[in-house]
Nanobody
Framework: VQLVESGGGLVQPGGSLRLSCAAS????????MSWVRQAPEKGLEWVSGIRSTGTTTYADSVKGRFTISRDNAKSTLSLQMNSLRPEDTAVYYC???WGTGWSYDYRGQGTQVTVSS
């Protein structure tokens, strides 16, 4: 299993970024997938998840600003992030969900998102 994130960077408050995750080594369409993040000196925070059916769920902190999507034919997961805030600054990870809730068994190497003026 390999998950490779891209698309992070430095953006001003109110700006937008689109993260992508290229998945390989498993049947992507069979698994729910999520984005999690880790801010400096804080624990991992689940951000958003998408079921194999396409059903999406968001943390309250990003609801209405972030949109998760998947392309099963291309084995890619995306996260469109709009109206970014300084508190969104974190390393964002793509994860493959397994087990109960949004538990995961594999995680990518992460991509840094910094929101600052």
């Amino acid at each position: 299993v390999q998950l490779v994130e891209s698309g992070g960077g430095l953006v001003q408050p109110g700006g937008s970024l689109r993260l992508s995750c290229a998945a390989s080594g498993f049947t992507f369409g069979d698994y729910p997938m999520s984005w999690v993040r880790q801010a400096p000196e804080k624990g991992l925070e689940w951000v958003s998840g998408i079921r194999s059916t396409g059903t999406t769920t968001y943390a309250d902190s990003v609801k209405g600003r972030f949109t998760i999507s998947r392309d099963n034919a291309k084995s890619t997961l995306s996260l469109q992030m709009n109206s970014l805030r300084p508190e969104d600054t974190a390393v964002y990870y793509c994860v493959r969900n397994w087990g109960t809730g949004w538990s995961y068994d594999y995680r990518g190497q992460g991509t840094q998102v910094t929101v600052s003026s």
